[in-house]
T-cell receptor
Framework: DARVTQTPRHKVTEMGQEVTMRCQPI?????VFWYRQTMMQGLELLAY????????DSGMPKDRFSAEMPDATLATLKIQPSEPRDSAVYFC???????????FGAGSRLTVL | DAKTTQPNSMESNEEEPVHLPCNHS???????IHWYRQLPSQGPEYVIH???SNVNNRMASLAIAEDRKSSTLILHRATLRDAAVYYC?????????????FGKGTKLSVIP
């Protein structure tokens, strides 16, 4: 089965450090989403891209978060500087534009001490 | 965004059918009804989606009310592996926009 691959699966870091999470969407999928999941807020949409262009990043704290797609096979989510409240599981998902199925990765669990 | 309402939790016996309800009284004509599920420690997984007609696939069936203000996800024979949080989501797909906004979902427990 085709998969969305996320790295790292787990990351523990100290407050103030830069964190970069990576996502490899399914080959041929041109729309990529970043979600964050916490116990309190559930699953929140942070940003999404189509054909590598950002379409909506209104869910993302702009002062410390940034999302990019350097190429069609890689999406990145960067937090700088990280804070304890950023501790969460971050999911990447992808789809083909026009399709109604989103495929999620296994997530990156971030702990900021 | 149109909202959905689901029970917080449900229980089912193994090998019994499960009916998971979802209310979406403010649904618009272009909103699709999607169901995803999230098993423990995994990412959400697509289950099924529909617009107006009932839908069946290898995982489940989706029954949509005639007025589209509610729908029911049917698992025909629950297994222990079906224990998960099930999300009912409406999506708008138009004007170049496509988003899925997840609510709290229904936590399904399957009793052996």
């Amino acid at each position: 089965d085709a998969r969305v691959t996320q790295t790292p699966r787990h990351k523990v870091t100290e407050m103030g450090q830069e964190v970069t999470m990576r996502c490899q969407p399914i080959l041929g999928h041109n729309t990529v989403f970043w979600y964050r999941q916490t116990m309190m807020q559930g699953l929140e949409l942070l940003a999404y891209f189509r054909n590598r262009a950002p379409l909506d990043d209104s869910g993302m704290p702009k002062d410390r978060f940034s999302a990019e797609m350097p190429d069609a096979t890689l999406a990145t989510l960067k937090i700088q500087p990280s804070e304890p409240r950023d501790s969460a599981v971050y999911f990447c998902a992808s789809r083909i534009s026009g399709a109604n199925v989103l495929t999620f990765g296994a997530g990156s669990r971030l702990t900021v001490l | 965004d149109a909202k959905t309402t689901q029970p917080n939790s449900m229980e089912s016996n193994e090998e019994e059918p499960v009916h998971l309800p979802c209310n979406h009284s403010t649904i618009s004509g272009t909103d699709y009804i999607h169901w995803y599920r999230q098993l423990p420690s995994q990412g959400p997984e697509y289950v099924i989606h529909g617009l107006t007609s009932n839908v069946n696939n290898r995982m489940a069936s989706l029954a949509i009310a005639e007025d589209r203000k509610s729908s029911t996800l049917i698992l025909h024979r629950a297994t222990l592996r079906d224990a998960a949080v099930y999300y009912c989501i409406l999506s708008y797909s138009g004007a170049g926009s496509y988003q899925l906004t997840f609510g709290k979902g229904t936590k399904l427990s399957v009793i052996p």
